[in-house]
């Protein structure tokens, strides 16, 4: 979903060393992705968590006391 609204906003979504990035010609077309993924929220929120979300509390707790 991600992808086809960046590519409606004339942005595109790349994945480097594990990250994901989201990038634009522009701020504006930047600010157009983000609109557009506001208008599309509730699509978004009813979406099931990923499995990696379990356990992401804990794993990021753990990541604050180094």
Excluded: N
């Excluded at 790349?14 to 929220?41: C, K, M, N, P």
Aim: proline residues 3%.
């Amino acid at each position: 979903m991600i992808i086809e609204l960046a590519t409606l906003a004339g942005c595109g979504v790349d994945q480097r060393g594990g990250r994901w990035y989201l990038y634009g010609r522009s701020v504006t077309d930047l600010h157009a992705l983000g609109r557009a993924i506001v208008e599309h929220r509730e699509a978004f929120d009813a979406l099931p968590a990923p499995a990696w979300v379990e356990g992401l509390a804990e794993e990021l707790e753990r990541a604050d006391d180094y």
